[in-house]
Nanobody, 116 residues
Framework: QVQLVESGGGLVQAGGSLRLSCAAS????????MGWYRQAPGKQREFVAT???????NYADSVKGRFTISRDNAKNTVYLQMNSLKPEDTAVYYC??????????WGQGTQVTVSS
């Protein structure tokens, strides 16, 4: 049973930082592509960042240079370090685990609110 549990969200002022964590279980973590996505009120869920099993990263243009995705295979955890936060980063952030023909699962999400 796949379980993805996000944590680290909260309320922060513009310009501040947060680090999100996603603890995974029930998956072959080291082989999985892990990702972060977000959904703002009234908008569709959008891509934020992914990291492959080999450590290659990809970012949305809107977060490049401000956000960093990383993974710790020993802890089955993926992180999203978010710096220089902006009000437009306000959203529910979701963790995703993907392994071709095996699973494509989501966590419950963690709220990030950036005040101006």
């Amino acid at each position: 049973q796949v379980q993805l549990v996000e944590s680290g969200g909260g309320l922060v002022q513009a310009g501040g930082s947060l680090r999100l964590s996603c603890a995974a279980s029930g998956i072959i973590f080291s082989m999985s592509r892990m990702g972060w996505y977000r959904q703002a009120p009234g908008k569709q869920r959008e891509f934020v960042a992914t990291i492959t099993s080999g450590g290659s990263t990809n970012y949305a243009d809107s977060v490049k240079g401000r956000f960093t995705i990383s993974r710790d295979n020993a802890k089955n955890t993926v992180y999203l370090q978010m710096n220089s936060l902006k009000p437009e980063d306000t959203a529910v952030y979701y963790c995703n685990a993907f392994l071709l023909l095996q699973y494509d699962d989501w966590g419950q999400g963690t709220q990030v609110t950036v005040s101006s």
